[in-house]
């Protein structure tokens, strides 16, 4: 997996009209069908975290990044850490999916 897009950036899903927040890294959600690992979450931008509207994708969805999170060195090691609990820990974990573009 490629380094990961920082808290707080904006991207474009695939086939999405809505500019979307990222939230959170490697979350892991029980999907009705057992716990699943996506890359991020994220929320739609302006409007925020509302309820428990959160949407879940991955590093495939995202279509562009149109602004970067802040980053420092501890961004640094946390996309270290990342990667080696993904490789250990992380190989346990099956990965969601998405099934369909966020709708208006």
């Known amino acids: 997996m490629e380094k990961l897009i920082p808290i707080g950036s904006m991207i474009y899903l ?3 009209q809505e500019k979307i927040m990222i939230l959170s890294r490697g979350p892991q959600v029980d999907t009705g069908e057992g716990i699943k690992m996506f890359d991020y979450s994220g929320c739609i931008y302006p409007l925020g975290l509302i309820g428990e509207e959160i949407f879940y994708f991955n590093s495939e969805n995202v279509e562009k990044i ?9 961004e640094d090691k946390f996309n270290e850490f990342y990667q080696k609990w993904l490789e ?6 099956e990965k969601g999916r998405v099934e369909k573009a966020l709708e208006n």
């Open 14 to 16: 695939k086939e999405g």
């Open 66 to 74: 149109i602004f970067e999170g802040f980053t420092d060195e501890d």
């Open 88 to 93: 250990t820990e992380g190989k346990n974990v």
